[in-house]
């Protein structure tokens, strides 16, 4: 593969990019896709952005992306990050692109915060994905199951419990 460019999504033009290869991920799984343009520009930027992003370029072309945000565990005593999405384009698979884009975040993530672990979660019916993690080491947490409450049921949570 020529050269790859990895770049830090900052400027509005990088946004659109990463909009664009999350919405090419959400079509390749199946996925609705809610979040966009608006809702990464305020997830990515602020004092205390919620999310970063990396986008991969080659020339001009969008040939991948990898989200990912701040998480700590009491068990590893030490902060971490979450990779909600990582996308290749079918024109980059099986070019080493995927570990890249990890190894790019693992890296931000440690200059941002220190993280020294990286977690995610695979779909069931993604078992080609799941097949890419584990030839890279990743092992399946058996012992825990990814459980979510909606806005909604956080908004009862919220009123409920004062």
């Not at 090419?24 to 199946?30: H, K, R």
């Not at 896709?33 to 997830?43: E, R, S, V």
């Not at 019916?125 to 979510?148: C, H, I, N, Q």
Request: hydrophobic share 45%; glycine share 12%.
């Amino acid at each position: 593969m020529s050269e790859v460019c990895f770049r830090t999504v900052q400027s509005d033009e990088d946004v659109a990019l990463l909009d664009e290869a999350l919405r090419c991920l959400s079509a390749d799984l199946g996925d609705d896709h809610i979040a966009g343009h608006d809702a990464l520009t305020t997830a990515l930027r602020g004092a205390c952005p919620s999310a970063h992003g990396i986008v991969a370029l080659k020339g001009a072309a969008l040939c991948g992306a990898v989200l990912f945000s701040p998480v700590f565990s009491t068990v590893r005593g030490a902060p971490g990050l979450y990779v909600s999405d990582l996308w290749v384009s079918d024109e980059a698979r099986g070019m080493g692109l995927g570990p890249r884009l990890l190894a790019s975040a693992a890296r931000r993530a440690g200059q941002l915060w220190g993280a020294n672990w990286l977690t995610l979660a695979v779909y069931h019916t993604s078992p080609r994905s799941r097949r890419f993690y584990e030839r890279l080491g990743f092992k399946a947490d058996t012992g825990a199951s990814v459980m979510k409450l909606g806005a909604e049921g956080l908004g009862q949570l919220m009123r409920d419990a004062g």
